[in-house]
């Protein structure tokens, strides 16, 4: 009688990891991809949401004695000091970029100084590759809501 060894060979162990963690990214990726496109159409709300409110609170408390605004477009979010974009923009810009997978409506519009009133009643929609997509609205008043 022989006798054989039981057991598994290093390398019967290495090709047995290999193929469980490519079935593993290969089950996952979709997951991600939907995870990172949500989580991106959030931040742009979020980031269009807190802009436009900043923007008023800076026009309300006269900083800088300027009245601030903001302009997007279809790469970035940009809030300015003064009464329009100029681009390439101040030292005051905050500027937050939008990526690929976004698509958002241009917007140009400022609030006054002290009042904090809007230049004009904007709708902002912002949409994923998804499909999904959020409305930020800011009204007579500046008052910004969030669809």
Do not use: C
Not at 61 to 75: A, L, Q, R, V
Not at 77 to 98: C, R
């Amino acid at each position: 009688m022989k006798f054989y060894p039981s057991g598994f060979t290093l390398f019967e162990v290495i090709i047995a990891i290999t193929i469980i963690v490519i079935l593993g990214s290969a089950t996952s990726i979709p997951f991600a991809s939907r995870f990172i496109n949500r989580n991106n159409i959030e931040n742009k709300t979020n980031e269009v949401v807190s802009s436009f409110r900043t923007a008023q609170l800076n026009s309300i408390s006269g900083k800088e004695n300027s009245p601030w605004g903001i302009h997007i477009d279809t790469t970035k979010i940009v809030m300015f000091k003064g009464a329009s974009y100029v681009f390439p923009g101040t030292a005051f810009d905050q500027k937050y970029d939008v990526p690929s997978t976004v698509t958002i409506t241009p917007v140009d519009m400022t609030f006054s100084i002290l009042s904090g009133s809007p230049s004009a009643v904007q709708t902002v929609t912002i949409q994923n590759s998804l499909g999904e997509n959020h409305i930020v609205r800011v009204n007579e008043v500046g008052s910004v809501d969030v669809d």
